[in-house]
């Protein structure tokens, strides 16, 4: 079993649909998690940066993370074509570590 | 401000060949990461540099890659010789300190270098 996993996707949704992007991990360790965004041939850039359990919002992005169920989700509001890219998620166990990352959902939002 | 600079964007070898990949991170920044990214995969970093010392190398196959930051700013990677399997995106990445410190330090990324080993 991989640490990290996420649905490699395509992820196909119209512009305006609410979009949910999942991780689950295997390791009960970790508890800094990421979120990156990754258009086609640049690299990642960080969209959400979370500590243990709960939610946090920022805009049209909320991150979720549950321990107990060692899942994670980005949800995306009010999605647009502008959104069209992977997500990665990506993880810790402390302070010590480097991030493990996930393999990336590739999203597609249509117009 | 400007990004995290890399050359060259592409590259392709036939395998046995060497190749080497250069980094110039944002100014200031002291901690310098690289990555192989292969398709439909994560990154996985290779080698962390906080300024020019090796802070974390574990992942990286020493018996063909080599990686140097000569007074702490640029840096470069290479790979001697290529495998079929080394063909992936290669990204810099730069932070003001490391992300193993007592506090965050976000992770800027370049572009990456696609290498393809024929």
């Known amino acids: 079993q991989k640490e990290v996993e996420q649905d490699p996707g395509p992820l196909s949704v119209p512009e305006g649909a609410i979009v949910s992007l999942n991780c689950t991990y295997s390791?009960?360790?970790?508890?800094?998690f990421m979120w990156y965004r990754q258009y086609s041939r640049k690299g990642p850039e960080l969209l959400m940066y979370t500590y243990s359990s709960g939610n946090k919002e920022d805009g049209r992005f909320t991150a979720q993370v549950d321990k107990s169920s060692k899942y994670i989700s980005l949800f995306i509001r009010d999605s647009q074509p502008s959104d069209s890219a992977t997500y990665l998620c990506?993880?810790?166990?402390?302070?010590?570590?480097?991030?493990?990352f996930g393999p990336g959902t590739r999203l597609s939002v249509l117009p | 401000e400007a990004g995290v600079a890399q050359s060259p964007r592409y590259k392709i070898i036939e395998k046995r060949q060497s190749v080497a990949f250069w980094c110039n991170p944002i100014?200031?920044?002291?901690?310098l990461y690289w990555y192989q990214q292969i398709l439909g995969q994560g990154p996985k970093l290779l080698i962390q540099?906080?300024?020019?010392?090796?802070?974390?190398d574990s992942q990286l196959p020493k018996d063909r890659f080599s990686a140097e930051r000569l007074k702490g700013v640029d840096s470069t990677l290479k790979i001697q010789p290529a495998k079929l399997e080394d063909s992936a995106v290669y990204l810099c990445a730069s932070s003001l300190g490391a992300t193993t410190s007592g506090r965050y330090n976000e992770q800027f990324f370049g572009p990456g270098t696609r290498l393809t080993v024929l």
């Open positions: 390791n009960s360790a970790f508890q800094y």
């Open positions: 100014s200031g920044h002291a901690t």
């Open positions: 990506a993880m810790r166990y402390n302070y010590g570590q480097n991030f493990v």
């Open positions: 540099f906080q300024n020019n010392g090796v802070v974390d």
